[in-house]
């Protein structure tokens, strides 16, 4: 018999309040609003990181106390356990800005991990522990 899952109050809420909001009707549906959802949450956190980086908020050039700037976006195709969705990856005009949440040449999050498999992987790149 399967263990019935304990849900927070908080929790049910969010739930609630996202099925009234999207009204997804199949499962299908379901998956293609939740990889949206994706795409926009990691759009803010690097949004949110080159805010940090900078030190200013964009538009806000009064409390800007650095010389470097932003500099666009560039697009970004990411996969995830969800699928494939596009981000637009912010940059500086001094070119440091690295973002965290996706790292430059990094491409899928769907499998993070201590150990990713690569095309040139043998068995002394892999702990003695696997």
Excluded: C, W
């Excluded at 499962?27 to 949110?48: F, G, P, R, W, Y």
């Excluded at 080159?50 to 050039?61: A, P």
């Amino acid at each position: 018999m399967a263990r019935k899952r304990i849900v927070s109050e908080s929790r049910k809420k969010v739930i609630q309040d996202f099925l009234a909001e999207y009204q997804p009707k199949t499962a299908k549906e379901l998956q293609e609003i939740l990889k949206d959802l994706m795409a926009d949450t990691v759009q803010s956190m690097l949004e949110a990181e080159i805010e940090d980086e900078l030190g200013y908020s964009k538009y806000d050039y009064q409390n800007k106390e650095t010389t470097n700037s932003r500099n666009g976006y560039y697009p970004k195709t990411i996969t995830a356990s969800d699928g494939e969705f596009v981000v637009d990856i912010p940059r500086d005009r001094e070119g440091i800005f690295e973002p965290k949440v996706v790292k430059k040449y990094e491409n899928d999050i769907s499998s993070r991990g201590p150990v990713r498999k690569t095309r040139n992987n043998n068995a002394k790149d892999f702990p003695d522990h696997l």
